[in-house]
């Protein structure tokens, strides 16, 4: 936000406001977009990242659609830090995953067919909570892969490595930190309209 407001030659409040403007824009174009779509075949994940410190973890958990990589629906959730450093009283013990992941498969559900396939790794959890939010859907989890060269997540393992090298604040090696939640959240909401090509105003 810094570097933006600098490069434009206004406050950092002004960025700010219309990054939040744009990720608006970008919700609402999504919300239709997904009334017109009717998916066979999906993937889901989770990408960990952290807010401004790597003790105070979060997981964004992302859908997409596997035949155009289209991003389904996508959510930002604090998870127990699994780091031993930082001050204690910093690191983060609550678990959103239980609630946000639920909310991001109904929302995906909305762009699925019935009768359609989500596929996931062998996460324990994701199982129960595609039976809770998605009655209908086959839930495929697959495996690591055993033949080399193949990834039978490739699709979701793709958006990953995209949405790395599209926002620098998601690098793995990087100055660039998030500092908050919803920065992160409205961040995302610009990535997704690039990446199933919204139009923003």
Request: aromatic letters at 8%; one cysteine or more.
């Given at each position: 936000m810094r570097r933006m407001a600098e490069v434009l030659g206004c406050s950092q409040s002004t960025v700010e406001r219309k990054v939040a403007h744009l990720a608006a824009q970008a919700k609402a174009h999504h919300t239709k977009h997904l009334t017109t779509l009717s998916t066979r075949y999906a993937m889901f994940d989770e990408l960990e990242t952290f807010i401004h410190a790597r003790?105070?973890?979060?997981?964004?958990s992302v859908v997409v659609r596997v035949k155009t990589g289209e991003v389904l629906a996508f959510g930002v959730a604090r998870k127990p830090s699994s780091m031993r450093q930082g001050i204690e009283g910093n690191r983060w013990v609550i678990n959103d995953r239980p609630?946000?992941?639920?909310?991001v498969l109904s929302e995906a559900a909305i762009g699925m067919k019935a009768g359609a396939t989500l596929a996931s790794d062998g996460d324990a959890n994701y199982g129960k909570w595609v039976a809770q939010t998605l009655p209908g859907i086959t839930h495929a989890k697959l495996r690591?892969?055993?033949?080399?060269?193949?990834?039978p997540l490739f699709a979701i393992n793709l958006a990953f490595a995209k949405m790395r090298n599209d926002l620098a604040r998601l690098g793995r090696k990087t100055w660039t930190t998030t500092k908050t939640l919803k920065g992160l959240e409205n961040h995302l909401w610009l990535w997704v309209a690039w990446t199933n090509d919204y139009q923003l105003r």
């Amino acid at each position: 936000m810094r570097r933006m407001a600098e490069v434009l030659g206004c406050s950092q409040s002004t960025v700010e406001r219309k990054v939040a403007h744009l990720a608006a824009q970008a919700k609402a174009h999504h919300t239709k977009h997904l009334t017109t779509l009717s998916t066979r075949y999906a993937m889901f994940d989770e990408l960990e990242t952290f807010i401004h410190a790597r003790w105070k973890q979060v997981s964004v958990s992302v859908v997409v659609r596997v035949k155009t990589g289209e991003v389904l629906a996508f959510g930002v959730a604090r998870k127990p830090s699994s780091m031993r450093q930082g001050i204690e009283g910093n690191r983060w013990v609550i678990n959103d995953r239980p609630q946000v992941i639920p909310r991001v498969l109904s929302e995906a559900a909305i762009g699925m067919k019935a009768g359609a396939t989500l596929a996931s790794d062998g996460d324990a959890n994701y199982g129960k909570w595609v039976a809770q939010t998605l009655p209908g859907i086959t839930h495929a989890k697959l495996r690591s892969p055993t033949v080399p060269d193949y990834d039978p997540l490739f699709a979701i393992n793709l958006a990953f490595a995209k949405m790395r090298n599209d926002l620098a604040r998601l690098g793995r090696k990087t100055w660039t930190t998030t500092k908050t939640l919803k920065g992160l959240e409205n961040h995302l909401w610009l990535w997704v309209a690039w990446t199933n090509d919204y139009q923003l105003r």
